[in-house]
């Protein structure tokens, strides 16, 4: 059974459970104990897919658009995709089963349909298009859609765009994208998210960050500088982004780096790419 609040809840308001009996208590507790707060006064109550999932990014001008880089990302707090929702515990790009033929299905049953109906309905969008999928089979359904970037994915899609990004950007805010020929780094990215000790629940802040490696690529994320000092200052602290061949290296390379960092109660998961 799949539960949706219905409104912003940090990416953390969807729940998937097996038996009715807790569907039933976690929808009361949406709905009559405001889990969610004003986000789950509507729940919406989904087919569950069995699947395994990837992410879709679109760049629009309103008139054209461009296909960036897929990328997957792993949403569980726990070890082989279990536990609760969060933020994002880590991503890839490329998606290694996302081959030539799937992303052409993509484009002509989900990114093409979407433009159009975006233009059929007069909506003047202009910017990105997040498409949450999921592979069921051979074919891509649609999860979500959201109007940005997703995070921690983009830490794993830009390095690989070797455009400009200002000048794809202008493109799209002055309607030339149609202009551009998009470069993509055939290379693979991850990126391992480090979190605070009992998030996505309740955990502290303001613990001593050590051993981050300049030469390394972190991406800060709940960090703040206190009496001079880096401490912790979110749930999920900061990534570990890296490059590779392919995506079993660009992963190591990301461990490497975490395995230099520490806090008190950190945490992240030890098997992203575990399913690829």
Known sequence: YVLKADGLAAGKGVVILEELADAKAELTAMLADAKFGKASQKVVIEEFLDGIELSCFVLTDGKSYKMLPMAKDYKRIGEGDTG?????????????????????????????????????????????VFIGLIKVGENPKVIEYNVRMGDPETQVVLPRIQNDLFELLQATAFGTLDSINL??????????????????????????????????????????IVDEELVTNGGRVLSATAIGNDHNQAIEQSYKALAKIDFEGIYYRKDIGFDL
């Open 84 to 128: 609760l929702n969060t933020g994002g515990m880590g991503a890839v790009s490329p998606v290694p089963f996302a081959d030539e033929a799937f992303v052409q299905k993509i484009k002509d049953q989900v990114v093409a349909p979407t433009m159009r109906g975006l233009q059929l309905d007069r909506i003047p969008y202009v910017g990105f």
């Open 183 to 224: 470069s993509i780094d055939k290379r693979s990215v991850s990126t391992i998210v480090a979190v605070s000790g009992g998030y996505p629940e309740s955990y502290e802040k303001g613990k001593a960050i050590r051993g981050i490696d300049p030469s390394d690529f972190v991406v800060h994320a709940g960090t703040a």
